[in-house]
């Protein structure tokens, strides 16, 4: 984007060195709420618990890979870029 003789001088080419073209994609998923808890629930490790809970991140990771949101065109100068999925959207909202 700099002129050929700017990006060529030493100053131009130091700063240049702190750049970084890195973009990170961090996808948020929500942990759902199962049967039978509400906002004081207790964390229950028993083995039924602990499937269900793990199916339940499965069954959202899944469905956040499907969407592919860091598939999309963004703007390379951010660095991070945060998704959250939009069945995540709407069960956060309820």
């Keep these: 984007m700099l002129p050929e003789d700017v990006r060529k001088t030493p100053f131009a ?4 060195k702190y750049g970084c073209r890195t973009t990170m994609h961090v996808v948020r ?7 039978n808890e ?3 629930k207790d964390v229950d490790f ?3 618990s602990i499937r269900k ?3 339940a991140g499965y069954t959202k990771t899944m469905r956040a890979l499907e969407q592919a949101p ?3 065109e963004f703007d390379p ?3 991070v870029i945060l998704h959250e999925p939009k069945q995540e959207l709407r069960e956060a909202a309820e």
């Design 13 to 16: 080419s130091d700063l240049a």
């Design 29 to 35: 998923l929500l942990a759902p709420q199962l049967e």
């Design 38 to 40: 509400n906002h004081t």
């Design 46 to 48: 028993g083995p039924s």
């Design 53 to 55: 809970r793990w199916e």
């Design 70 to 72: 860091w598939e999309s």
């Design 77 to 79: 100068l951010e660095g």
